[in-house]
Structure formats: structure tokens, C-alpha cells
């Protein structure tokens, strides 16, 4: 008696459309917590390229000699490094071009927006997979459920004397959907939401590191201006 209530019990004896389902929420779930640990790695590996950076960048370390390092031997998940990276780049090879002090800034500054839009991309993602399955996996639940209970209600229909007995299986089956589509929607919202507060968190500071460099290649190619110019 006890074999024939179990979960297993119940999945096999569901019906086909409701087997399909449990089986696309478990499938939901296992790429969701596949995702979630590959996010881990890179917002961690991410936060901690960060730090390095910013303490190597700070230090009063020759720019082109940093470039120079970084360009030989780039940091992967280093946002900063690569906004830093494309607005020195930019800016060595406009000043070499022209002695327009604004087209110089304005390049600079351009290609640290296409450097720090492709950071973004890559920190955001697989999360809208994330947020897709947080917010559809219920009603895909809710779906086999109120399936599988109709089944059970139409089989009762050729039934002379319902009982608790005969009922309570073909619910129990079609409420295990409800309960995978929770199972899969409950870490894939905790994880977009907490992925989407890192995910701003360093973008925020990415783009405070390329105000604070804009302005130290601003003061240069000024400073370098006026000496030309006297």
C-alpha cells in the first residue's frame, strides 16, 4: 500500500500530457541550477578582477606600462580591464592622429561605452532564462494540474460510488505538477534577483572607473595641449 501512494507511483500512472509536463519542469530546473553555478563562478570571478585592478590601477603604476601588461596578459572576467584596455587604445591612437583634444576624449570615451556595453552583456547573461522560468514554471505547473484533475473527475464520471479512495490518486498526481513547477520557479527568482543586483553593482562601478579614467585622459591630453601650445 505504501509503494502505490509514493511520488514515483504517482508520476508513472499519470497521464501522458502530464507526465510531459513534470518532465519539461524538470528539465527547466536542471539548466536553471546548471546556469546558477555558472553565474556564481563569473560574478565571482568578476567582482574579484575587479579588486585586482583597481588596486593595481590606483597603485601609481605608469598607464602605458599597465596597458602594456594587461594587453600581454589579459585578466578573463575583468570588465575594468577591458573598458581600460579600449579607451587607452583609442586614446594612444587618436593622439597620434590628431591634436583635437575634444575628438580625442570623444573617442576615448566611445569606446569605453562599447567596451562596457559588451561587459553588460556578458554579466546579464542566461538571466532572462532565469527570470523566463521564475515566472512561467507555476502556470506551466498549474497547467498538468488542472489537467491530470480533470482526467480524474471525467474517470470518475463512469464511477457508480466515488470514494475518497478512488479520488485522492488522480489528484495527488496532477497536485505533484503544481509542486515541480514551485520547484523550479523558487531558485531560478532568487537567483535572477540576486545575479541582477550583482550584475548592477558592477556595472555601477565600471562606469564610476570610466568617468574617473575620462577625466584622467582628459587632464593628459589637455596638460599636453597647452605644453605644445606654449
Not at 601588461?69 to 590628431?98: H, I, W
Not at 537567483?191 to 565600471?206: E, G, I
Not at 568617468?211 to 585622459?217: G, K, R
Amino acid at each position: 500500500m505504501e509503494s502505490e501512494v509514493s511520488v514515483w507511483y504517482l508520476i508513472s500512472n499519470a497521464g501522458l500530457l502530464v507526465q510531459l509536463v513534470m518532465l519539461l519542469l524538470v528539465l527547466a530546473s536542471m539548466v536553471s541550477w546548471a546556469l546558477i553555478f555558472q553565474r556564481l563562478q563569473v560574478f565571482k570571478k568578476a567582482r574579484k578582477a575587479q579588486l585586482e585592478f583597481e588596486e593595481r590601477f590606483w597603485s601609481g603604476m605608469d598607464l602605458g606600462q599597465l596597458y602594456r601588461d594587461v594587453s600581454a596578459n589579459p585578466t578573463p572576467y575583468s570588465g575594468l580591464e577591458s573598458v581600460f584596455r579600449a579607451g587607452f587604445k583609442e586614446f594612444s591612437r587618436l593622439r597620434q592622429q590628431s591634436r583635437d583634444a575634444d575628438a580625442v576624449m570623444d573617442g576615448s570615451q566611445r569606446a569605453m561605452r562599447v567596451a562596457f556595453s559588451r561587459e553588460q552583456e556578458r554579466l546579464e547573461m542566461h538571466l532572462p532564462f532565469l527570470a523566463t522560468v521564475g515566472s512561467t514554471s507555476p502556470y506551466v505547473g498549474l497547467f498538468g494540474t488542472v489537467w491530470g484533475i480533470m482526467n480524474s473527475f471525467r474517470g470518475l464520471a463512469q464511477v457508480q460510488q466515488a470514494t475518497l479512495a478512488t479520488v485522492a490518486p488522480g489528484i495527488s498526481e496532477a497536485l505533484i505538477a503544481t509542486a515541480m513547477g514551485l520547484f523550479a520557479a523558487i531558485p531560478a527568482v532568487i537567483a535572477y534577483n540576486r545575479f541582477a543586483a550583482r550584475s548592477d553593482a558592477l556595472l555601477k562601478n565600471y562606469e564610476t572607473f570610466a568617468e574617473e579614467f575620462s577625466s584622467i585622459l582628459h587632464r593628459r591630453v589637455h596638460s599636453s595641449e597647452q605644453a605644445s601650445g606654449a
